[in-house]
């Protein structure tokens, strides 16, 4: 996944994309302060979510679904989504999601904003 989670406040507002002349930076507001910047890496990025509020529609977009054959029909069927953290299926979008967390060392206790680089810079 070209994904980037980034750690916000509970209260974080205004959740935006800016633009430098050099670089791209996430800006948010909380606790009464309008000015927080996280630089970004190259690339065209989009927010997505944020793990406070992310439903199963929203990990769905995300996550890989393991795609097996019945064994009677022999028809492609959802066997269910990508354990990023281990062996086997997860039954949930958002059980794949927070595999996906585990796996890169975020804790799924946290908020974190859910931004996707939708076109990589040729380097």
Request: a negative charge.
């Amino acid at each position: 996944m070209n994904l980037l989670a980034i750690e916000v406040p509970g209260d974080a507002i205004r959740l935006r994309i800016g633009k430098t002349a050099l670089t791209k930076k996430f800006l948010y507001a909380a606790g009464g302060y309008d000015g927080y910047k996280f630089p970004l890496p190259p690339g065209e990025w989009e927010i997505l979510f944020t793990t406070g509020n992310m439903t199963e529609e929203d990990a769905k977009g995300v996550v890989g679904e393991e795609i097996r054959p019945d064994f009677n029909t022999g028809e492609n069927v959802l066997a269910g989504f990508t354990r990023y953290d281990g062996n086997g299926v997860c039954d949930t979008a958002l059980e794949s999601f927070h595999s996906w967390l585990r796996a890169n060392n975020y804790d799924t206790g946290k908020n974190y904003v859910i931004l996707k680089n939708t076109k990589q810079q040729q380097q």
